[in-house]
């Protein structure tokens, strides 16, 4: 699991060095089907208000407010699929600067 914490860490790291800030949110809680602490992943690109207002006018945020705002990118139960999203994320970013 550390090896894959690890990725996800230097795949947002990459990211933000490209102008993309994504966090990680860890949720947990007990699942009486499984009789269980179970965790729950969320993955949050923290977006720039400007651009924001851009991508969503229909429901724009006020700039003297905020900066930022969080966006949910995914929600899952495995890190795997966080990983996964993020190369994806990753090769829509490389891709888009060597077209622009």
Same mark, same amino acid.
């Given at each position: /699991?550390?090896?894959?914490?690890?990725?996800?860490?230097?795949?947002?790291?990459? =990211?933000?060095?490209?102008?993309?800030?994504? =966090?990680?949110?860890?949720? @947990?809680?007990?699942?009486? +089907?499984? &009789?269980?602490?179970?965790?729950? *992943?969320?993955?949050?690109?923290? /977006?720039?208000?400007? &651009? *924001?207002?851009?991508?969503? $006018? &229909? %429901?724009?945020? %006020? $700039? %003297?407010?905020? &900066?930022?705002?969080?966006?949910?990118? /995914? +929600?899952? *139960?495995?890190?795997? %699929?966080?990983?996964?999203?993020?190369?994806?994320?990753? +090769? @829509?970013? @490389?891709?888009?600067?060597?077209?622009?």
């Amino acid at each position: /699991m550390n090896n894959i914490q690890s990725k996800i860490n230097k795949l947002c790291y990459a =990211l933000k060095i490209k102008g993309y800030i994504y =966090l990680l949110n860890r949720e @947990q809680f007990y699942s009486k +089907k499984y &009789e269980k602490i179970c965790s729950s *992943y969320k993955l949050i690109n923290l /977006m720039h208000i400007k &651009e *924001y207002n851009k991508l969503h $006018p &229909e %429901d724009k945020k %006020d $700039p %003297d407010k905020y &900066e930022y705002v969080k966006v949910i990118v /995914m +929600k899952s *139960y495995s890190k795997i %699929d966080i990983l996964k999203k993020l190369v994806e994320i990753y +090769k @829509q970013v @490389q891709v888009g600067e060597n077209n622009g």
